[in-house]
């Protein structure tokens, strides 16, 4: 079968590396991700005070220390159970970049915080995947159609759109994958869809490269099952 090319208009990518457990003596934390932060990214990124900021909260679960990279909606923020990592509205040219980020905070909390250790990741991406005209859009789509539902509004003419849904899981718990494709608000050439990976703690010793490749790669898998492909022409 023919598989469908997209091009990226644009993606959400929202890490989180939960701890084993979580970080009970708040008040020091701020500081020592601060510091991790300044040592690891400071030279790069040319890191403000303006763009660090501390929320202590009334319960242990609303405490954060956070960094807005450049200033803007990217962020990286420590929790008392989690470290999340979040980017907006990115494109393929932005990926370096943000992986150079991650794999800075995430190699060196360890020795940041040795008391925390990492269990496991759960990663979600949300992607406009451009299809290039309203026809493949509706070819894509067409596949997952269910027959049944067509026949009930036969006597009543509706527009009705299928939509894949699936879930993959490995049966010995290392990772499971929830995936959903629907019509794009964006572009009437493009779908949207939503990949949720977790990774299982059994995972969170590994560095950040080994995660993020494994994620990459169930991801292609996700896509390629859907016969998504990307388009490498040059334009």
Request: hydrophobic share 45%; glycine share 8%; with cysteine.
């Amino acid at each position: 079968m023919a598989k469908f090319k997209y091009k990226v208009l644009r993606e959400f990518i929202h890490v989180q590396q939960y701890f084993d457990g979580f970080a009970l003596d708040w008040r020091e934390l701020p500081q020592r991700f601060f510091r991790l932060l300044h040592g690891s990214l400071g030279q790069r990124l040319n890191i403000q005070a303006s763009e660090l900021s501390a929320h202590a909260g009334t319960q242990l679960s609303e405490v954060r220390a956070r960094y807005a990279i450049y200033g803007g909606g990217s962020s990286v923020t420590l929790f008392a159970d989690r470290i999340a990592f979040d980017f907006p509205g990115i494109t393929g040219g932005d990926l370096p970049l943000i992986y150079d980020i991650m794999g800075a905070v995430h190699d060196g909390f360890p020795e940041a915080f040795p008391e925390l250790r990492f269990g496991r990741v759960e990663v979600q991406d949300l992607c406009h995947f451009d299809l290039g005209s309203q026809q493949q859009v509706g070819a894509f789509f067409a596949r997952f159609a269910f027959q049944p539902v067509s026949d009930a509004f036969a006597n009543d003419p509706s527009q009705i759109v299928f939509g894949p849904k699936f879930r993959a899981a490995s049966e010995d718990g290392r990772f499971r994958c929830d995936v959903f494709v629907e019509q794009s608000a964006l572009s009437s050439t493009a779908v949207f869809g939503s990949l949720a990976s977790t990774l299982a703690a059994v995972e969170g010793s590994k560095p950040f490269l080994e995660k993020a490749q494994f994620i990459q790669t169930l991801t292609q898998r996700c896509l390629s099952g859907l016969d998504l492909e990307m388009d490498n022409a040059t334009p």
